[in-house]
């Protein structure tokens, strides 16, 4: 079977790449649209470590005298009597878990496909290899369909969580708590459900649902865990409700009750570490899209430019940098007006700066002289 195939045809000609140029600048504006809607977005993000920065520390020996839906925050031992367990591949005896998280892998193919321009001639070369993935990529839509056949995945994966728990004496809605600071877990014989089949086994912690070979083959199942700990010391934020900890509700819909196996210092520290991680995230993607885009409004230039034999792919560079510079301009003021006390700032600084420097160039008026 042929992992490997090339496929050559007449490449478009001037009309037709102008004419697909031209229909690309109406999804280089969608493109810019994305953009800006994720940017503002990201930048307008709950920044969840404010809520252990902001709540009110109770202590969990004891009630809380906090008044209901007040946000509070409080450590002391995370625990619940209830046992969670993926029992269709786990026993796990006398571990106990307030959460367990299966992540399923198999072992699929997956299409590569480069087009380029050899002369007159376009090529386009398809390549396959298989790889462990979690999301199988949809084996119909291949060049080679009846050779590169992915199956679907048999098992899926999914948490398994505690209702109920506490923090010292405080109850809290375990069910509804997002579980910061989990660790893997690896699987042992011992943890190991056997199948009737005898198609379970262990490699480095790692449950293969395989066909008893030395080498996966397409079709096989990887499955990793991770754990968060039960009865150990933690933390916990979220709302007092006169009874337990809550979920408490922020902006119109949202809802947050977290947890952490470490000091409240320690899980305000991973919040804001998570929070910057996924929000310059947002703002690279954003301004990848952005400049994406103007390249498509600009695409026919461009076309026309890589027509133009003495200026080919240097003037498509010059122009592209002009677009990343425009991106660039056009990300950062949309970036200061979502955050607006960050364009104050510069603003006062820019002022402030520009005063400093008109009083120090300023010279003295030279003495007359009788």
């Known amino acids: 079977m042929a992992d490997h195939f090339e496929v050559v045809s007449d490449a478009p000609g001037f009309g037709s790449r102008l004419l697909n140029s031209i229909k690309g600048i109406l999804v280089g504006f969608v493109f810019m649209i994305a953009a800006f809607g994720l940017?503002?977005?990201?930048?307008?993000?709950?920044?969840?470590?404010?809520?252990?920065?902001?709540?009110?520390?109770?202590?969990?020996?004891?009630?809380?005298?906090?008044?209901?839906?007040?946000?509070?925050?409080?450590?002391?031992?995370?625990?619940?009597?209830?046992?969670?367990?993926?029992?269709?591949?786990?026993?796990l005896g006398a571990q106990k878990f307030l959460k367990l998280r299966r992540e399923v892998e198999m072992y699929a193919w997956k299409e590569d496909k480069k087009t380029e321009k050899r002369g007159d001639k376009e090529v386009t070369t398809y390549d396959y290899r298989k790889e462990w993935t979690r999301m199988p990529s949809d084996s119909s839509r291949f060049y080679d369909a009846a050779g590169h056949v992915n199956p679907k995945m048999s098992e899926e994966g999914t948490s398994f969580q505690v209702k109920t728990a506490s923090i010292g004496a405080l109850a809290f809605e375990a069910d509804a708590t997002d579980f910061h600071g989990s660790k893997d877990l690896a699987v042992t014989?011992?943890?190991?459900?056997?199948?009737?089949?005898?198609?379970?086994?262990?490699?480095?912690?790692?449950?293969?649902?395989?066909?008893?070979?030395?080498?996966?083959?397409?079709?096989?199942?990887?499955?990793?865990?991770?754990?968060?700990?039960?009865?150990?010391?933690?933390?916990?934020?979220?709302?007092?409700?006169?009874?337990?900890?809550?979920?408490?509700?922020?902006?119109?819909?949202e809802t947050y009750l977290g947890a952490y196996p470490g000091s409240l210092e320690e899980f305000q520290a991973r919040l804001q570490s998570e929070h910057t991680l996924m929000t310059w995230i947002i703002r690279i993607a954003s301004f990848l899209l952005l400049w994406a885009g103007l390249n498509m409004i600009l695409g026919p230039i461009l076309m026309i430019m890589d027509s133009i034999p003495i200026v080919g792919g240097a003037g498509r560079f010059v122009?592209?940098?002009?677009?990343?510079?425009?991106?660039?301009v056009l990300w950062l003021l949309t970036l200061l007006l979502a955050n607006l006390w960050l364009a104050l700032v510069i603003v006062g600084v820019l002022v402030v700066g520009l005063m400093i420097y008109a009083k120090i160039s300023k010279k003295p008026a030279a003495a007359s002289t009788a």
């Not at 499955?223 to 509700?249: C, E, M």
């Open 189 to 253: 014989e011992t943890l190991l459900k056997k199948d009737a089949a005898n198609q379970r086994q262990l490699s480095n912690g790692a449950i293969y649902i395989a066909n008893g070979v030395s080498t996966p083959e397409v079709g096989d199942l990887r499955l990793t865990y991770s754990y968060f700990p039960n009865d150990v010391d933690g933390s916990a934020v979220g709302d007092w409700d006169g009874q337990k900890i809550v979920p408490h509700r922020y902006r119109a819909t």
């Open 319 to 328: 122009i592209s940098l002009f677009t990343g510079a425009v991106a660039f």
């Open 39 to 91: 940017l503002w977005w990201g930048e307008g993000r709950q920044n969840l470590a404010e809520f252990v920065k902001k709540g009110t520390l109770i202590l969990s020996t004891q009630p809380a005298t906090v008044a209901p839906g007040t946000l509070v925050k409080t450590t002391g031992r995370l625990r619940s009597n209830e046992e969670v367990n993926d029992d269709k591949y786990l026993n």
